[in-house]
């Protein structure tokens, strides 16, 4: 039973396009993220969420629209796709211990044509 | 704010040899320290966290880090590798307080050869 799952994992598209990420996490954890990868592998946060709040928001273009409609789901809608928006999106949730570990999604890798 | 520098890009090494990499952080705060993994076309995977007490932190697959404060250094190590640790290796950072928020390293990437 996958404790953070995404779907899809993988998504083609042309530009212009508007495409979702899903995600939903069974561990029961309150904080939900997504992160983006690019082609150089760099990983950089996106946004969190904390029991369905918006509580972080890094520099991301306003195509980018988080929703979290429960604190197990976290979706990622991305409008007017653009060639640069191709990367692998990571889904991520970590427990209120604040340990700091967080668990990951397998990824959603997008290409834009 | 916080900055980690993964000092090398890629780590060639041979099966069963040993292997370091290296990561420094910079941070006004204090921070829990991590490594993770991630194979191919895979997800990240925790290896190992510093979060206080002993600077020596053992985590899965025989992997090690230590955490120098004066150095602001929390390097990897494992003593012999095989080639199924072949894989990217990620060095993170999150502040004591407030929310989780992991900041990363560029990666590096640990190629072993038979």
């Known amino acids: 039973d996958t404790a953070v799952s995404q779907t899809p994992k993988y998504l083609v598209t042309q530009m212009g396009n508007d495409k979702s990420i899903k995600c939903e996490q069974n561990?029961?954890?309150?904080?939900m993220y997504w992160y983006k990868q690019d082609s150089k592998k760099f990983l950089k946060i996106m946004f969190s969420?904390?029991?369905?709040?918006?509580?972080i928001n890094e520099t991301v273009p306003n195509r980018f629209s988080p929703k979290s409609p429960d604190k197990a789901h976290l979706n990622l809608h991305i409008n007017s796709l653009e060639l640069g928006d191709s990367a692998v999106y990571f889904c991520?949730?970590?427990?209120?211990?604040?340990?700091?570990?967080?668990?990951f999604g397998e990824g959603s890798r997008l290409t834009v044509l | 704010a916080q900055s980690v520098t993964q000092l090398d890009s890629q780590v060639p090494v041979f099966e069963e040899a040993p292997v370091e990499l290296r990561c420094n952080y910079s941070s006004s705060v204090s921070v829990y320290l991590f490594w993770y993994v991630q194979y191919p076309n895979q997800g990240l995977q925790l290896l190992l966290k510093?979060?206080?007490?002993?600077?020596l932190v053992k985590g899965i697959n025989g992997f090690e880090a230590e955490f120098n404060k004066s150095q602001t250094s929390f390097h990897l190590r494992k003593p012999s590798v095989h080639i199924s640790d072949t894989a990217e290796y990620f060095c993170?950072?999150?502040?004591?307080?407030?929310?989780?928020?992991?900041?990363f390293g560029a990666g590096t990437r640990l190629a072993v050869h038979p």
């Open positions: 993170a950072v999150t502040p004591f307080s407030g929310y989780n928020k992991l900041i």
């Open positions: 991520a949730s970590t427990p209120q211990d604040h340990t700091g570990e967080l668990f």
């Open positions: 510093y979060l206080s007490g002993s600077t």
């Open positions: 969420y904390n029991n369905k709040e918006l509580i």
């Open positions: 561990l029961g954890h309150d904080t």
